[in-house]
Nanobody, 118 residues
Framework: VQLQASGGGLVQPGGSLRLSCVVS????????MAWLRQDSGEEREPVAS????????TYGDSVKGRFTISRDNARNTVYLQMNSLKSEDTAVYYC????????????WGQGTQVTVSS
């Protein structure tokens, strides 16, 4: 199983980035997908999640109205569109996958660094 995240980088405050996570080795359409982030010295924080069909999404309070999670089951890919970025969004962003009935995420990607700075 591989979760390959990409799209991170350096962006100015107020800017946008789009993260992608391509998944292989599992039946993608049967897995709940999520993005989480972790800044140095901080605990890992849930950012957004999306159900298997994409019909329901959830967001952390700090990103509501600015970030959008989506998925393309034909491409085995989950996305995170990040707008109006703030310095406090700086972190390593991880994609994760879990079966619907599982409480914890089963698989994790390697992370992609997002730095918001002027």
């Amino acid at each position: 199983v591989q979760l390959q995240a990409s799209g991170g980088g350096l962006v100015q405050p107020g800017g946008s980035l789009r993260l992608s996570c391509v998944v292989s080795g599992l039946p993608f359409s049967e897995y709940v997908m999520a993005w989480l982030r972790q800044d140095s010295g901080e605990e890992r924080e849930p950012v957004a999640s999306i159900t298997t069909t994409g019909g329901h999404t959830t967001y952390g309070d700090s990103v509501k109205g600015r970030f959008t999670i989506s998925r393309d089951n034909a491409r085995n890919t989950v996305y995170l569109q990040m707008n109006s970025l703030k310095s406090e969004d700086t972190a390593v962003y991880y994609c994760a996958a879990k079966e619907r009935m599982h409480l914890k995420y089963d698989y994790w990607g390697q992370g992609t660094q997002v730095t918001v700075s002027s």
